[in-house]
C-alpha cells in the first residue's frame, strides 16, 4: 500500500547526519538542529547527565529534572495527571516527554521557553518544582565540587567563579538532545519498506490517522520523516470550561500584573485558571486563549495521561474527546476560542481500535517494555 499525504507519496527513506559527536538518527527522525553557540561534545553530554540527576539542585535535595523525567518511563513520570516537585507540591501540567524535544520549536506546553536552555532552567527555581529562590545554590556546588570542576574546566574552560548558570543550562540541554527516539514498528513499515512490521488493524489506523481522523494535520508526517507534531498551539477545549464564564475579565487581569513583573513560569504552574490561559499568558494574543502546543505522539502509548493537564487517562479517552469533536460528550457544548480543525470525526468502533493500534506502534523498541 503506498499512502499519500497532501498529494505526495511516501517513501521510504533513511538519514545520517553528524552534529558535533557521530550519531545516526533512528530511523524517521531528521538531523538533530543544534545551536551554533552550543556544540555537543561527548563530555558535555557527559555533564548535562550528570546535572540532569542531581538532587541537591533543589531545597529538600530529593527533586532533580529526573524526578519528572525518568528514563524508565519514557521521560515523564506516568502515570501522574500532574507533577509532584519539592515537599508533594503539585503544578497544573503534566509532564511532556524530554524525547524528541530537541525538534521542538518552543519549549513547555505554552511554549514560554524558546529552546532547551531556556527550558532548563525554569524548574530550578519554581516554587512548586525545585523551589530555589535564585541560583546561587546550584554555582556553590558545581564551583566546589571536585567532579564538578574538572568536568566545567574540560567542557567550557572555565572554573570556580567564571562558572555561571548559562554553562549549567547549555550542558543540561546537550544532554536532553541525546534523547531521541525512533525505530518504531511505524518507522520501519513506512520509512524502513517492511510491511510486516505492522499489523493489519495498525495500517488501518494509519489511514485513519491521515484521512477522516485528520490527525496528520497536527501530527506532522512528511515524505522523509515523522515528528507528529506541527510545533503550533491548539485551543481542543480540554478543561477550558474552568475559565471559560469570565476568562476576558482574568485575562485582562493576568496581563495588567505581567506588565507590573508577575513571573508567567511561576504563574501558570501555580494557579489552575492562569495555566488554562494556556499560549495566551505568553503572547497577550486572545487569538492564542486556551491554546496549548501539539504534543509528539511517539511513544505515546507509554506516557499517559494525556493532554496538557493530564485529565485524559487512556487513548480510548483521547480518540473519543476528538471523535466527538474536542468533548467530552457529544451534547457538551463548545467554547468560542476552540480551534476551528476540531470538529466531530464520527468515527466508527472500528476505526477507532484501528487508530489505537495504530498508536500503539509508535513505540520505539527501547520503550516497548
Not at 545551536?35 to 550528570?50: C, R, V, Y
Request: charged share 25%; aromatic share 8%.
Amino acid at each position: 500500500m503506498k499512502l499519500k499525504l497532501f498529494g505526495v507519496s511516501l517513501l521510504a527513506v533513511t538519514t545520517l547526519a553528524t552534529f558535533g559527536i557521530a550519531q545516526a538518527e533512528p530511523l524517521g527522525l531528521p538531523p538533530v538542529p543544534i545551536p551554533a553557540d552550543n556544540p555537543q561534545t561527548p563530555e558535555k553530554i557527559k555533564l548535562g547527565d550528570k546535572l540532569f540527576h542531581d538532587e541537591r539542585f533543589s531545597t529538600t535535595g530529593e527533586v532533580s529534572c529526573a524526578t519528572c523525567h525518568e528514563r524508565e518511563k519514557a521521560f515523564t513520570d506516568t502515570p501522574l495527571s500532574v507533577s509532584v516537585g519539592i515537599n508533594n507540591l503539585t503544578g497544573t501540567r503534566n509532564a511532556p516527554t524530554v524525547i524528541n524535544s530537541a525538534y521542538l520549536h518552543s519549549q513547555f506546553w505554552d511554549g514560554r521557553e524558546p529552546d532547551l536552555e531556556g527550558q532548563s532552567g525554569q524548574p530550578f527555581i519554581n516554587p512548586v518544582e525545585m523551589g530555589l529562590e535564585n541560583y546561587q545554590p546550584i554555582l556553590d556546588i558545581v564551583r566546589t565540587d571536585p567532579e564538578y570542576q574538572q568536568q566545567f574546566k574540560t567542557v567550557f574552560g572555565k572554573s570556580g567563579e567564571e562558572i555561571s548558570i548559562e554553562e549549567v543550562k547549555k550542558a543540561i540541554a546537550s544532554f536532553e538532545r541525546t534523547i531521541i527516539s525512533g525505530d518504531s514498528p511505524f518507522d520501519r513499515y513506512l520509512y524502513g519498506g517492511d510491511k510486516s512490521a505492522m499489523d493489519e488493524s495498525a495500517i488501518r489506523g494509519l489511514e485513519v490517522f491521515v484521512g477522516q481522523g485528520r490527525c496528520v494535520s497536527c501530527h506532522t508526517i512528511s515524505q522523509t520523516h515523522a515528528l507528529f507534531t506541527d510545533n503550533r498551539f491548539h485551543n481542543l477545549g480540554v478543561s477550558f470550561d474552568l475559565i471559560d464564564k469570565d476568562v476576558k475579565a482574568m485575562a485582562d487581569e493576568f496581563s495588567r500584573a505581567k506588565k507590573k513583573g508577575l513571573n508567567v513560569d511561576i504563574a501558570v504552574l501555580g494557579n489552575k485558571n492562569i495555566s488554562e490561559l494556556g499560549r495566551f499568558a505568553v503572547t497577550d494574543n486572545y487569538q492564542d486563549m486556551g491554546s496549548f502546543r501539539t504534543p509528539t505522539l511517539r511513544n505515546v502509548a507509554v506516557t499517559s495521561p494525556y493532554m496538557h493537564d493530564g485529565s485524559q487517562d487512556s487513548l480510548d479517552e483521547v480518540i473519543e474527546f476528538y471523535s466527538n469533536g474536542g468533548r467530552i460528550n457529544e451534547d457538551d457544548p463548545i467554547n468560542p476560542f476552540q480551534s476551528g480543525g476540531i470538529r466531530p470525526l464520527n468515527l466508527s468502533d472500528q476505526q477507532k481500535d484501528d487508530l489505537l493500534a495504530f498508536m500503539q506502534a509508535l513505540t520505539s523498541p527501547e520503550y516497548q517494555e
